[in-house]
């Protein structure tokens, strides 16, 4: 028979022991979030300045080709939102 004493202090050490891995896999997980979450957000900055550039270039494009008035009143839309 093992002595009770020495049962709960190697109890003790396993709990303290995946008590750690688990924080540490915490951790991990959220340095990788806070990671995804900076990514996403510089995509979204990303596709917000290609948009507002294809934007103005249809504008320019259009005055350029003779969109005329129409292609004015775009103009002044643009620069007025």
């Not at 093992?2 to 959220?30: C, F, H, K, V, W």
């Not at 990788?32 to 510089?42: G, I, Q, S, V």
């Not at 259009?62 to 969109?67: A, W």
Request: charged share 20%; proline share 2%; aromatic share 4%.
């Amino acid at each position: 028979m093992t002595d009770p004493s020495t049962d709960a202090a190697l109890y003790t050490a396993q709990i303290g022991r995946l008590t750690d891995q688990i924080m540490t896999r915490i951790n991990t997980l959220d340095a990788t979030t806070k990671r995804m979450e900076a990514t996403l957000a510089d995509h979204e900055t990303r596709l917000r300045a290609n948009t507002d550039a294809a934007t103005s270039y249809k504008v320019w494009t259009g005055l350029m080709t003779g969109g005329g008035l129409a292609g004015l009143i775009a103009l002044i839309k643009s620069l007025f939102p």
